[in-house]
């Protein structure tokens, strides 16, 4: 008697033909990009910065010379040290959110007898003593601005607006919706700081 499988009980073979061959899998080709040699940016910052007015953000440099910011960030300490020697005429420094190229504060008066100071640029100690209030304590209002100086400080106030120190920053809640007062980033250029954290120790009112 012959006995037939039953193809639902029998596991079915097959033949190597007929088996898939194994899918062998790719290896993507890692894309490293290759290393920046950080000194080809430095002419270039350079010649970007030695022109520029106010200072530059890092990403606008970035930008400007077609490199990644990391890059720019390198060779940007690279022109500090160049720069950076007490001998050294000009400076690199970090300010008002961006870099800029500065003369060296001890030449201040060398510079001076060359280009001669405009009376209108200059701050008189009663126009230092309101504009460290304002940053101190900013946004404030004139009302406690004179209340701290104990003198009125509206024509200061006036001269520190137009040299662009000084710039209304809002209005108070309270009653008469007074002015508000901060400073600027010709402000934080003019000082030398990064941001107003750079101020040295605080004022007492």
Do not use: C
Request: glycine share 8%; net charge neutral.
């Amino acid at each position: 008697m012959i006995q037939r499988s039953d193809p639902e009980t029998e596991p079915a073979t097959e033949t190597a033909e007929e088996q898939p061959a194994p899918k062998k899998k790719q290896k993507k080709a890692s894309k490293k990009s290759a290393p920046v040699d950080v000194t080809l940016l430095l002419a270039p910052l350079e010649a970007v910065l030695f022109v520029a007015r106010e200072p530059v953000p890092i990403a606008r440099l970035a930008e400007t010379v077609g490199a990644e910011k990391a890059d720019v960030q390198a060779a940007l300490v690279r022109l500090q040290e160049k720069y950076g020697g007490a001998t050294s005429g000009i400076h690199l420094v970090e300010i008002a959110g961006g870099w800029r190229m500065l003369s060296n504060p001890e030449y201040a008066d060398t510079l001076a007898v060359l280009h001669g100071k405009k009376a209108a640029d200059r701050l008189s100690p009663a126009a230092l003593e309101t504009l460290a209030v304002i940053a101190y304590k900013q946004p404030v209002g004139r009302a406690e601005i004179e209340r701290i100086r104990g003198v009125g400080v509206g024509p200061i106030l006036r001269h520190l607006l137009e040299l662009e120190l000084v710039k209304v920053a809002g209005r108070d809640d309270g009653l008469g919706r007074a002015l508000l007062y901060g400073t600027t980033k010709s402000f934080l250029d003019r000082f030398g700081l990064a941001s107003i954290r750079d101020l040295p120790a605080s004022l007492d009112a």
